[in-house]
């Protein structure tokens, strides 16, 4: 089926609506079994950062992937820093990994072998800068570090500042999964609730009123009280309080 792109909802973020079709899975005995429904998309620029895929029927399908639309619309500016950092944070551990896998004893046609073994980490200029040359690349996969950490903890301060307004918090989208290439699916609640939390504790002084509504919303939505703890330096008595 056509592929249909929905309504854009920020620059460089849209809605992929895959419409209604076949999923397939594993039944019974091994047994093929197929279900319909509809499966959509969040997108930022070419890069999936969520999905969500439901099965229903098809007189039901476009009601559905409007729900689905209308669960994720007021968490996707946020959704799409969170990936954007998630995907620097990987990045970041890759320069890392291969740091220490170049010590000064290295060869320099091992150098280029290990650096064939990350397309993509480094540019073209940083490896026509670096070549055969170990101490350049091992001062300027330092330095790469850190500027990738930065700007991901820049990302999740945007996250954070894109998040909907403590006091009136939406439901989480719960049917909104990562698009991690990871074999288990990464619901989107639980990043979410974490950077609610935070972004509370940070401007709690403003939010006071919202206490109580907050505390209640992390909880329904999953979080536990521990969690809430740590995250905003709450105090049990007064979770349990709100709770009451």
Known sequence: MREEALAEYGPGLYF???GFREFGGSGFHSARSVQH????WLMDGIDAVACAQEVVGRAEADAEVERLVAQMTPWAPAVAALARADRLDASHDKILKLSDEITRDTPDE???WLLDCYPG???SGERRLWHAHIQKVRNGLSIKAMVVHGESLDLRAEAMSALPPLGTLPPTPDNWV???SGHVARSWTRPLLELCAQAWAAARDEVEDSRGPMVRWAVGAGM???QLHQLTGMSRATIDRYLD
């Open 16 to 18: 992929l609506n895959n």
């Open 37 to 40: 429904g509809v499966r959509v």
């Open 110 to 112: 091992q150098i280029d």
């Open 121 to 123: 980490l480094l540019t």
């Open 178 to 180: 990562a698009t991690d």
């Open 224 to 226: 536990g009280k521990s």
